[in-house]
């Protein structure tokens, strides 16, 4: 549930993986699903258990490829990898598909048009229930984006789609999850 959560945000903010698609039913698939239902479970007990629930990328990526969540049309090949505080991620990007044919004379929508692979780059963290989420870098085919350019399209595609994004963006954690610290290789939740 927390990649529900969590992913339409980094996605909003360009923070997809490009990966190689998995078929479903996979055992990182399933075990992401058998993760999800404990930390459903858990959280409708009167005092969760704390012990933490470790989400591994590659049950991550798994999931989100193999529809365990719904992405944003436009968007396909995902992969991400965590470092300590920190989401790396790439993906298959159609910005006309995610534009809807909304563009502008503003020559900066000329940057976001077509079919690319987007790189992005966050600091992630979550305490006391709340998760934080802060774009440091974003590229398009290997050339990076201006902050200006990238700050110009969270406003005018994606703030008024997914509300509450931004460069940085925060967000109540779901099912009592009191902290998510990333790690290498993995994310670790702690329910309270």
């Known amino acids: 549930m927390i990649w529900r959560k969590v992913w339409p945000i980094l996605l909003a903010i360009l923070l997809p993986v490009l990966v190689a698609a998995q078929h479903a039913g996979s055992p990182d698939f399933r075990s992401m699903e058998r993760k999800i239902a404990y930390l459903k479970e858990n959280a409708a007990r009167p005092h969760p258990d704390p012990k933490p629930v470790e989400l591994n990328d590659a049950e991550a990526n798994s999931y989100l490829n193999q529809g365990g969540v719904k992405l944003p049309k436009g968007v396909s090949n995902l992969h991400l990898t965590t470092k300590p505080g920190q989401i790396d991620g790439t993906a298959q990007v159609d910005f006309e598909a995610i534009m809807q044919g909304r563009g502008t004379n503003n020559p900066l929508s000329n940057v976001f048009s077509g079919q690319h692979e987007v790189h992005a780059v966050s600091q992630a963290d979550g305490t006391n229930g709340v ?10 085919d290997g ?40 790690e290498a290789g993995k994310v670790k939740l702690v329910q309270r």
């Open 131 to 140: 998760g934080t989420i802060r774009i440091e870098s974003v590229d398009l």
């Open 143 to 182: 050339v990076q984006i201006p902050q200006f350019a990238l700050e110009w399209f969270v406003q005018h595609y994606l703030s008024p789609k997914y509300r509450n994004v931004g460069m940085t963006s925060t967000f109540k954690l779901p099912l009592r999850i009191d902290s998510a610290v990333v």
